[in-house]
């Protein structure tokens, strides 16, 4: 038997491989959880696409300032050394190639690289990209945190997207609540899974063949 | 002697008519220009042509500019309703009644620059092999196929600061900027809202966005955001 991570266990993983001294954005959802979970001590500057360099924890109610928020238009907090721009020169860091790092959220990543996280393709309901493209076609690295599956247990890791794409080969390392894993030349490479879980157990929620690596690790976060 | 403030919202939106290309700066509640974008609803103005990046902030704050049919076409980066069921602007773009241009955020910033610096199209990466991409022009720059984006300018921008002076100059509180001073740089008629107005002209080093590009100041203190 195995556990699936939680949501901030997830975070908490994603967060471990952000290095002092990057630059990096964070999208909606888990992602901007991430922030939280880096490690003690570790000097990271995050970039929110409406203008903050620098953000620092989510404002708690009395610090809330109507005029300071980010991206998922959350009361923030500055961080130190943190600056405020206008939007045209937000977007031109990230699509100037001056962000090391984005995390964002997924729908599906190919085993190519591709990824697909903006449209969902709900009926009736209108299109939001919102900075995503900019970000995965803009950013040093482009690392995804995401379920393993679907609600309904279809698999997000595939052989090609089938939702509409956010960039081609972008993604270079994917978190999901069972794995660690990586997209290689070759395709998907697993570097980290749950204790308990076995090569198939992964394998048959994965729709596009995984590669294991030799020196697997076991993936155990603190309880969150 | 020189003096942009004008008096009243009427007089702050006087020259908007049945056609403007409109556009609204504010991103997550920070630099939305209420005071403004109500006084617009108030108006009888049709046929809008508006240039927001989330278009649920207009329908927010001028729900009557969607109830009345009186938007015409929006470019913007999030057209997504927040509720499960369709509001009315994704039900009038169902109707085929409105128009959408769905962009990038970072190609709906760069497109606005470029339209107040001008330059009236520019290549880029962002989208190249997407949905987003289809009907425009491919060219591969730095090995990299690249795709054509066209400026984006308009008749007037309503945006908000924190505070201005006689001339124009602007300073801005948080993340109040946003998508403000590209939009004042690509209409012909930039028209700012500030918490405050200063007697005095401001410092020239803590101004963020020069004079130069603001036709009106509306001074709106009440209003959050």
């Known amino acids: 038997m195995f556990k699936p991570l939680n949501r901030n266990q997830m975070a908490w993983r994603a967060a471990q491989d952000l290095e002092e001294g990057t630059v990096v954005n964070l999208g909606m959802g888990m992602p901007v959880l991430a922030a939280s979970y880096a490690p003690f001590g570790r000097e990271i500057i995050f970039q929110s696409e409406n203008g903050i360099i620098g953000a620092g924890p989510e404002a708690s109610e009395n610090e809330r300032d109507p005029d300071l928020v980010d991206a998922s238009s959350r009361f923030v907090t500055l961080a130190p050394g943190a600056a405020l721009i206008e939007s045209a020169a937000s977007f031109a860091m990230i699509r100037g190639g001056h962000i090391d790092v984005t995390m964002l959220g997924g729908f599906e990543v190919a085993s190519n690289g591709d990824l697909a996280n903006w449209d969902m393709q709900v009926p009736n309901k209108g299109q939001l990209v919102g900075g995503a493209m900019d970000l995965a076609f803009g950013a040093g690295e482009v690392r995804v945190i995401m379920q393993h599956q679907t609600k309904d247990g279809s698999p997000r890791l595939l052989n090609a997207c089938r939702l509409p794409l956010t960039a081609p080969r972008c993604v270079t390392r994917i978190y999901t609540d069972l794995a660690v894993v990586d997209v290689e030349e070759n395709g998907f490479l697993v570097r980290e899974m749950l204790q308990g879980m076995t090569q198939e157990d992964l394998q048959s929620r994965t729709e596009a063949p995984l590669a294991f690596a030799r020196d697997i690790e076991p993936l155990t976060p603190p309880d969150l | ?225």
């Open chain 2, 1 to 225: 002697m020189i003096d942009k403030r004008v008096g009243s919202v009427s007089e702050a939106i006087q020259g908007i008519t049945d056609g403007t290309t409109l556009m609204v700066s504010g991103f997550g509640g920070a630099g939305v220009p209420v005071d403004l974008i109500k006084g617009l609803a108030q108006s009888e103005v049709r046929d809008l042509n508006i240039v927001i990046n989330a278009i649920r902030f207009l329908e927010t704050y001028a729900p009557s500019l969607f109830q009345d049919r009186r938007v015409k076409s929006v470019v913007c980066s999030a057209f997504r309703g927040r509720d499960r069921e369709p509001s009315n602007y994704e039900r009038q773009w169902q109707a085929g009644e409105l128009a959408i241009d769905l962009s990038p955020q970072g190609s709906f910033s760069e497109r606005i620059r470029a339209g107040g610096a001008g330059i009236p199209a520019f290549f880029t990466p962002t989208a190249a092999g997407t949905q987003l991409a289809e009907g425009k022009e491919v060219r591969d720059f730095e090995g990299r196929p690249c795709i054509l984006e066209t400026a984006i300018k308009g008749d007037f921008a309503f945006l908000r600061a924190a505070e201005g002076d006689r001339f124009g100059n602007l300073r801005f509180r948080g993340t109040q900027a946003n998508f403000g001073p590209i939009m004042a740089m690509a209409s012909k008629v930039a028209v700012a809202e500030v918490a405050s107005f200063s007697e005095k002209p401001l410092e020239a080093d803590q101004i963020h966005l020069s004079g130069v590009f603001i036709d009106r100041i509306l001074v709106a203190p009440g209003t959050g955001a």
